[in-house]
């Protein structure tokens, strides 16, 4: 008997593991990966259940050949994901690249870890933030999620797959060491009550020469393969046809901005942004593991009456440079909180910019996590 | 010796030219082609068949154009094939 | 004198915004094409049959755009690893990988030994024209000891790889080699390998006249096919030569064709159990 593909229930479940099941959710029957440190987890959970309910497992050789694998699968008609670290994104960015101009739907589960470089790949860091955003050669948009629970590491790749499917983009979603390895509870839902969104397939019988199926600002739909479209894709500068053109800038030109306006044109549909932040005077700005320490920060502030508030940063890119703006303008600072040196700071900072001073507070031990104490030392600090 | 006739077409819009590539006439078995005089649109002198009665239907040239630019078929209707080429030899 | 043009009997298989190609004039990249199509044509499969996959260089300008089919024109060296997730998802597609030497072996090398380790069902072409052509005549993997490229100017100091030999070391269950001197054989190898169930590789030594024979001193077209014409050698003649007769010779044939696990099948057995059993949670 085939296993279930939704684990609908009740869980106590590694982050990781939150993640393959948020993909199998989704509709995911296609992945390839590698080993690394702190993200093999997602690969051992789907190299057991992907089997099980039909879909398929494979480790290649190295992370190039797994983005290039799940962009073919992808291709194929199948929801695609890889799952890797930050050495492995970087393996990773010409073929991400690819899947951006090509406009191929996948899923990228980055765990971050300790780096530049090695580093440490058991200490959690947000060291990929711009990594993710810019990685690529040239300019282009992409879509990053920042799940900050194990139930959000589920949550949010099934929110992945839907905006890869909407968008024919890659994702990524964010986590780190910290998430990838702590266990939580995790609530699963029916798979009626799951939203799956797929990609909008050209119509039957009609290929490629009479119907575009490129560089549309509303998502141009997808000639997959194997369904007689006689797709032309490449990451050649093309039309929307799909023609190759390495001779005209004015192609050029219109390549980078139909890419670049499909994602921007639909900015408020995909950014996700939470926040407490009513009557605070300081907002804690946060993502990924570091929201639960704003979290606390604001509660333990709160107690002691500083008037606190904290905003959550779901989707990283595109930024949420408007919410920002907002907030800023009802309160008298910002402090962002991030472990790294400041990737997301300076976006933070540039889009209140004029509005409200953003200040930036690393943990005082990069790679471990802010503690409560310091941060209202540092709160009141700015309040003097 | 008895060959079937053949016709064979040159497409000038496929064909890179006798100078820079010249497969078909190098590897023709009867010399049927010779480099025509005149440039194509493209700038380049074709192949020109020759001597068409030679051609056996070996299918070289057309089996080795790099640009499929050379079809060579059976003649149907001969007769009217040589009719129509005294006509159009202006 | 004007007379009708007609239409090359392959010329259905060729995408209609792609009929003319911008290959130097006497390419072989053109002879390798006519065959693959003629190949597809003779066995009575369909386009729709296949997806065709290449990489950067000229050779994967064949089957992109020109072939009226689903193609993925990929990022350089990784055909093959985009071909796997294909075929994965596309089990019953004829997945055929086109692609050139210095694409495939030298930035693709890994993805080329392990397909083959995998022995996945896919036909692999390599055009092998001993250069990197498309960049303007660079030093390959396959280009001769001691010859002048633009970038090794005092003469190639590294030995060429035998590409076949290293395939059949890593696993492939189907192996050949011809010129662009040898388009009928193509032809019947390539009806073979795309019919193989397993890791079909097919090498064709195929002329680069512009960046390999004008700049490198070794000939035009016509002359480069002549040199494959007079030092090609069978694979059972070869058997009968010194090592040192052998130097500067093509071995030409098939030379590999064997049965033995595949991949696609036995991860169709890994679906089989797995969803026997349940799963593992």
């Known amino acids: 008997m085939t296993e279930r593909a939704v684990l609908t229930g009740r869980h106590f479940m590694m982050g990781n593991f939150a993640c393959a099941e948020g993909a199998l959710a989704a509709g995911c029957r296609f992945a390839a990966g590698y080993p690394i440190t702190p993200a093999t987890e997602v690969a051992e959970r789907l190299a057991e259940r992907l089997p099980a309910v039909g879909g398929t497992f494979l480790q290649m050789e190295d992370e190039i050949g797994s983005m290039a694998a799940i962009i073919g699968a992808s291709w194929g008609g199948m929801k695609t994901l890889t799952a890797t670290s930050g050495p492995g994104v970087s393996l990773m960015l010409e073929n991400i690249g690819f899947a951006v101009g090509t406009e191929t739907p996948c899923v990228i589960v980055n765990v971050m870890r300790g780096g530049p470089t090695t580093g440490i790949p058991t200490v959690e860091l947000q060291g990929d933030v711009i990594q993710v955003r810019r990685g690529s050669h040239g300019d282009y948009q992409i879509i990053a999620l920042a799940p900050s629970s194990v139930q959000e590491c589920f949550d949010y790749t099934v929110e ?4 890869a499917e909407r968008f024919r983009t890659p994702v990524f979603v964010l986590t780190d060491a910290f998430l990838g390895h702590m266990r939580e509870e995790l609530l699963i839902p029916e798979p009626e009550a799951i939203p799956v969104t797929d990609r909008r397939l050209f119509p039957t019988g009609v290929d490629t020469e009479s119907l575009p199926g490129f560089l549309d600002e509303d998502v141009a739909p997808m000639p997959v393969f194997g369904l007689g479209h006689k797709a032309h894709v490449t990451s ?9 053109n390495v001779v005209d800038a004015s192609a050029l030109d219109v390549f980078i901005k139909k890419l670049h306006g499909k994602i921007e044109a639909h900015r408020d ?6 926040q407490d932040a009513d009557g605070a005077e300081i907002v804690l700005v946060s993502y990924g593991s570091i929201f639960r320490c704003a979290q606390a920060v604001v509660e333990a502030g709160r107690a002691g009456g500083l008037k606190l508030g904290w905003l959550k940063l779901g989707t990283l890119w595109p930024f949420a440079d408007k919410e920002i703006q907002a907030v800023a303008k009802r309160v008298k600072r910002l402090i962002v909180l991030e472990n790294n040196l400041g990737q997301l700071f300076h976006y933070v900072q540039a889009a209140a910019a004029g509005v ?11 790679g471990e996590m802010h503690e409560i104490a310091d941060v209202l030392k540092a709160v009141r600090e700015v309040r003097a | 010796m008895a060959t079937q006739p053949v016709i064979i077409s040159i497409n000038d819009k496929l064909c890179k030219g006798a100078d820079g590539c010249g497969i078909c006439l190098a590897l023709c078995p009867k010399d049927v082609f010779k480099i025509a005089e005149r440039l194509t649109a493209r700038g380049i002198r074709p192949p020109q068949v020759d001597k068409v009665t030679a051609c056996t239907n070996c299918g070289n040239c057309m089996i080795y154009c790099p640009d499929m630019a050379i079809v060579v078929r059976l003649d149907e209707m001969p007769e009217a094939a040589a009719a129509a080429s005294q006509s159009n030899d202006q | 004198m004007s007379m009708a043009v007609y239409d090359h009997p392959l010329a259905k298989y060729i995408r209609p915004s792609a009929k003319s190609t911008a290959n130097c004039p006497g390419c072989g990249n053109g002879i390798l094409a006519q065959a693959i199509l003629q190949a597809v044509d003779e066995l009575g499969l369909s386009m729709d049959d296949f997806v065709f996959v290449s990489g950067i260089g000229c050779s994967a300008w064949i089957p992109s755009p020109s072939f009226f089919a689903d193609v993925l024109h990929t990022t350089h060296g990784r055909p093959i690893a985009f071909a796997t997730g294909i075929k994965a998802a596309l089990p019953h597609k004829h997945v055929m990988v086109v692609s050139g030497d210095g694409d495939l072996t030298a930035i693709g090398g890994n993805h080329l030994i392990h397909a083959a380790r995998r022995n996945i069902a896919m036909t692999v072409v390599c055009v092998n024209n001993g250069i990197y052509g498309m960049t303007g005549g660079q030093v390959a993997p396959t280009t001769p000891l001691g010859l002048m490229t633009v970038t090794t100017p005092f003469g190639n100091a590294e030995n060429p790889f035998d590409i076949c030999k290293l395939v059949e070391g890593a696993g492939a269950s189907f192996i050949a080699r011809w010129t662009t001197y040898h388009p009928r054989q193509i032809v019947k190898t390539m009806k073979k390998a795309i019919q193989k169930k397993g890791f079909a590789f097919v090498e064709v030594i195929s002329q680069c006249p512009v960046e390999f024979g004008r700049k490198t001193g070794m000939g035009n077209s016509v002359q480069m096919m002549e040199h494959y014409k007079q030092n090609s ?11 040192e007769a052998l130097t500067g010779k093509m071995v030409v044939g098939e030379f590999v ?16 159990r797995a969803m026997a059993s349940g799963g593992g949670n």
């Open chain 1, 160 to 163: 992945a797959f839907n905006l």
């Open chain 1, 236 to 244: 050649s500068c093309h039309d929307a046809y799909g023609r190759r």
């Open chain 1, 356 to 366: 409200a001073p953003v200040s930036f507070l690393p943990p005082r031990v990069l």
């Open chain 1, 269 to 274: 549909e995909i950014v996700r942004v939470a």
């Open chain 3, 233 to 243: 050698v069978s694979l059972a003649k070869a058997k009968t030569m010194a090592p």
């Open chain 3, 257 to 272: 064709d064997i049965t033995k696990p595949e991949l696609i099948e036995t991860m169709a057995a890994v679906r089989t």
